[in-house]
């Protein structure tokens, strides 16, 4: 499986970006996703997940309320999309796929990874 994470760029606080990430084969379909992201000198941390079939969400408390995980499993394709963003939110988003149906916080939990894409919140 080939990730390839799109929709990265510079906004100010308080805008709108929405992610994307495009999977390469339908296998993915059958498995939970999730957004991790870092930031310069940080460690990865967990943004937001899946479960394969759309269902069921998790996030992180830092963006809860504010960002909205979702897929399209006919287009192996998911979506973040980010709003009334901050700061903080500056780093580097990943997307990947877990080993299983469901995703998880756990970053050892998907064997699949996409380059990233950097995402500025300028004040």
């Known amino acids: 499986v080939q990730l390839q994470a799109s929709g990265g760029g510079l906004v100010q606080a308080g805008g709108s970006l929405r992610l994307s990430c495009a999977a390469s084969?339908?296998?993915?379909?059958?498995?939970?996703m999730g957004w991790f992201r870092q930031a310069p000198e940080k460690e990865r941390e967990f943004v937001a997940g899946i479960s394969w079939s759309g269902a069921s969400t998790t996030y992180a408390d830092s963006v809860k309320g504010r960002f909205t995980i979702s897929r399209d499993r006919a287009k192996n394709t998911m979506y973040l999309q980010m709003s009334t963003l901050k700061p903080e939110d500056t780093a580097v988003y990943y997307c990947a796929v877990s080993r299983t149906s469901y995703s998880s916080t756990n970053s050892a939990q998907y064997n699949y990874w996409g380059q990233g894409t950097q995402v500025t919140v300028s004040s």
């Open positions: 084969k339908r296998t993915s379909s059958n498995n939970g």
